[in-house]
């Protein structure tokens, strides 16, 4: 059974911090690349971060690049994000996803449940 489940969102005041993970099973973690999107009510999900799967490149958002930190630990199968100097535009749903594109295998990915985080005062 292939899982994705986040932790650690929650309410936080406009400059805090939160540390959001994402624990993974049932796959080959560390062959496919790791990302955080985030869907606020009304819009469309967008990428935040991600990761490839030796953790060597990572690539952000503009609207987070410089408070936002994605890493990943192929020895536990998780990836996190690291957020700080949250503003109230980050309150979402996060959503870890995982994916993989094989040449001779072809595509797959997978979904976690999403936490949300709020930025409110």
């Known amino acids: 059974q292939v899982q994705l489940v986040e932790s650690g969102g929650g309410l936080v005041q406009p400059g805090g911090s939160l540390r959001l993970s994402c624990a993974a099973s049932?796959?080959?973690?560390?062959?496919?690349?790791m990302s955080w999107h985030r869907q606020a009510p009304g819009k469309e999900r967008e990428l935040v971060a991600d990761?490839?799967?030796?953790?060597?490149?990572?690539n952000y958002a503009d609207s987070v690049k410089g408070r936002f930190t994605i890493s990943r630990d192929n020895a536990k199968k998780t990836v996190d994000l690291q957020m700080n100097s949250l503003k109230p535009e980050d309150t979402a749903v996060y959503y870890c996803h995982a994916v993989y594109a094989g040449r001779l295998y072809g595509l797959y990915d997978y979904w976690g449940q999403g936490t949300q985080v709020t930025v409110s005062s």
């Open positions: 990761i490839t799967s030796a953790g060597g490149s990572t």
């Open positions: 049932g796959f080959t973690f560390n062959l496919y690349t």
